[in-house]
């Protein structure tokens, strides 16, 4: 006896139909499993935004309320006002401060962005897959040593005495170069050290983005002729831009803060020639302990650094192509 299959029903009419995971997401283990996953999620996103405020925002806030105040930890502290912003006009120190980190900032950003886009090119012409593998893992090692072994390391590197730098030059005919004693010296040296250490971060994303473009527009243009300089400036750059903005602002908010390399190599010197401004809110807030004129210094920066990043983005509008 045959079984009889019985006749379906159509779904009312303003109805969807039933799918065949609807009734498991009905039952009470599934709302479990998806309750527990939403709570696992907003934890996750509550312990982040926890981090953010404790370890971000609230030392920002912090550091503003107390721009307002003269406080050198032994006194209470004794609310000034804008006395503190007033003074940093007139202090040569502070506005010198401002001009060096600028002009190392801007060298780094447009060395690391141009050194590090070279060589994304040169190792995106490979073709072996475990040859790319290679040059990514050798460029980008620096960045993961200490900042301050680095400096350290580079210091004796570039010792105008002992150094294997002038060794070397030496060896090859010429003379000793005062790379950290001479004002062109010690700014070309930091430079490069910083430079050497972090190029392999925007070399990673440049590699990245070309090789997500586009394998047709490749195609195209090669049959249409395009040379390399033409494909590179015609094709590729306008296809990356929006990577290229990336590792500008990026590289730029990070050079603004530029430290570890002119404290450890020449403490800012010589004389004041590669004094950053993180130096001198270092010195005035934790040498001088004048913290109250320290946080002012350290607001300016960060007034400054919004201003940067707004005109890269102002610029970004004409400059930066999205897909």
């Known amino acids: ?32 499993s998806r309750r527990a996953e939403a709570a696992f999620g907003f934890g996750m996103i509550g312990l982040a935004g926890a981090a953010i405020l404790l370890f971000t925002i609230g030392p920002i806030l912090a550091s503003f309320g107390l721009s307002f105040f003269a406080w050198d930890v032994i006194t209470p502290p004794r609310f000034v006002g804008l006395d503190n912003y007033a003074a940093i006009g007139s202090d040569q120190r502070v506005v010198h401060s401002f001009g060096v980190t600028a002009v190392l900032a801007f060298s780094i950003v447009a060395l690391q962005v141009a050194i590090g886009l070279f060589l994304a090119l040169l190792v995106d012409q ?71 250490q972090s190029v392999g971060f925007t070399f990673v994303l440049f590699v990245a983005a070309l090789a997500g473009l586009p394998r047709d527009v490749m195609e195209a243009a090669e049959i249409d002729g395009a040379g390399p300089v033409r ?11 929006p990577t290229v903005f990336f590792a500008c602002v ?15 190599m020449t403490k800012g010197g010589p004389g004041t020639a590669t004094t950053t401004i993180t130096m001198v809110i270092y010195q005035t807030a934790f040498q001088n302990l004048q913290f109250g004129y320290g946080s002012a210094i350290s607001m300016v920066l960060f007034a400054a650094l919004i201003a940067l990043t707004g005109l890269q983005f102002t610029l970004s509008r004409r400059l930066v192509f999205y897909s």
């Open 126 to 196: 490979r073709r072996r897959a475990s040859t790319k593998a290679i040059f990514r893992t050798v460029f980008y090692l620096p960045l993961l040593a200490s900042t301050a072994a680095v400096s350290i390391f580079m210091t004796y590197m570039f010792n105008e005495r002992f150094g294997v730098v002038n060794y070397y030059l030496t060896l090859l005919g010429g003379s000793g170069v005062p790379w950290l004693t001479s004002d062109a010296g010690a700014v070309v040296t930091i430079v490069f050290v910083a430079v050497w």
């Open 1 to 32: 006896m045959s079984a009889v299959t019985p006749p379906r029903t159509a779904p009312e009419p303003g109805t969807a139909p039933a799918r065949p995971d609807d009734a498991v997401r009905r039952t009470p283990a599934a709302r479990r």
């Open 231 to 241: 494909s590179l400036l015609r094709i590729k750059l306008p296809l990356i831009s």
């Open 250 to 264: 990026i590289g730029l908010i990070n050079a603004m803060q530029l430290f570890d390399q002119a404290f450890i």
